[in-house]
């Protein structure tokens, strides 16, 4: 759905003006999440209940109507601006009050909302950057389904549509960046078909977390080109992260390469996608290799063959001699061959300094 971009009033331009000529510049933190429920709100609360503890002067702007019972106990003694009451029963942030109580530090949960047609902003993001211009430390939350630039991709995971979002600038322009992770909980659903809507959900939460983290990742590098280029100073990024990606008939290929190129381009990584010969390999599966091998190639990612009869053993000397930080590998319980002895135990067990991202196949 397209969004109409509305030119600011003369009256908003004013504001803007008057906010960067009263004093320095606040500050923004966000909290970014990559599901409901990872634990953003008790973050920022926890926060601010430790900044209130430490004699900061600290309010909540904004909260969600409706909050879970870890995030309600975190509440008691830190102020709450009332929101402002709107036509036809709408709120939205007390702007106004806030400016005329001039806390050092202001809570905003939700940044992604859109404000009542007569607010003094469209967006509650819109009116965390009034506060921040005003010289305040604005502490807010959002889940990566509500960055615009991302919306289509997070909808193809998730499935599942918004019509309020916040442009990946506001984000940029952001001076600190959490990301809320949460650990992975095994399933306890045990017939055959709950496993497999379990594995789903974990590996559509594990999509929207690497996307939380490359674009936090973005972020930092964003600033820090924007330091350098404001401070004329010229800098080359050398490769650090190193990335392979054991290709075997079976694997998913296209997930494992696509998500390997998103990470190599963020990170200015190098790319490599590998797979050991098999002399027992179909038609077919000969076929399905070379594809494998073409996709990464049009990626960006060097390719290589090994030749070995042990795969654990020849994969973790190729990563040592080449400095890979991050391996990426297929997995299923129902394949053969390679995995009869369990080698992704031995790969986690043996690859002391190096990431291993599984993916199923």
């Known amino acids: 759905m397209s969004r109409e971009i ?15 000529q009263a ?44 909050v879970p019972p870890e995030v309600a106990k975190l509440l008691p003694g830190i102020e ?18 806030i400016l005329r109580r001039r806390p050092s530090v202001c809570i905003i949960d939700g940044l992604a909302y859109n404000n009542p047609p007569e607010s003094r902003n469209q967006t509650r993001w819109q009116d965390a950057q009034d506060l921040v211009r005003a010289g305040m430390k604005v502490i807010g939350s959002i889940n990566i389904q509500y960055i615009e630039e991302l919306r289509e991709q997070t909808e193809s995971i998730t499935g599942k549509h918004v019509t309020e979002t916040v442009p990946v600038s506001f984000i940029n322009g952001a001076d600190e960046i959490e990301i809320v992770d949460a650990p992975e909980e095994e399933p306890v659903e045990r017939s055959t078909e709950q496993q497999l809507d379990a ?75 590998v797979y050991v010969k098999n002399r027992g390999l179909s038609v077919g599966d000969e076929a399905a290799l070379q594809d494998s091998l073409a996709l990464a190639r049009s990626a960006g990612a060097v390719t290589e063959i090994l030749d070995s009869e042990d795969p654990v053993d ?4 190729f990563a040592r001699v080449h400095g890979i930080t991050q391996l990426f590998i297929g997995h299923t319980q129902r394949s053969k061959g390679w995995n009869r002895h369990d080698p992704v135990r031995q790969l986690i067990r043996r690859s002391q300094g190096m990431d291993i991202r599984i993916f199923p196949q």
């Open 199 to 273: 594995e789903k959900r974990r590996e559509r939460l594990s999509m929207l977390r690497e996307m939380a983290l490359v674009l936090a990742a973005d972020v930092v590098d964003h600033q820090l080109s924007s330091y350098l280029e404001a401070h004329g100073i010229t800098h080359h990024f050398g490769a650090q992260e190193r990335i392979l990606v054991y290709l075997t008939p079976r694997s998913n290929s296209q997930a494992m390469i696509k998500s390997a190129a998103t990470i190599a381009d963020s990170f200015h990584a190098q790319m490599t996608a």
């Open 80 to 97: 709450i601006i009332p929101l402002k009451r709107c036509q036809f029963g709408a709120t939205a942030i007390d702007v106004e009050s």
């Open 23 to 66: 004093g320095p510049r606040g500050h923004l933190k966000i909290f970014l999440g990559y599901a409901s429920g990872v634990g953003k709100s008790s973050r920022m609360l926890d926060e601010a209940r430790r900044r209130r503890d430490r004699g900061q002067d600290v309010v909540i702007g904004a909260i969600q109507p409706v």
């Open 6 to 20: 509305r030119r600011k009033t003369p009256d908003e331009l004013l504001r803007e003006i008057q906010a960067e």
């Open 314 to 317: 020849t994969l973790l000397d």
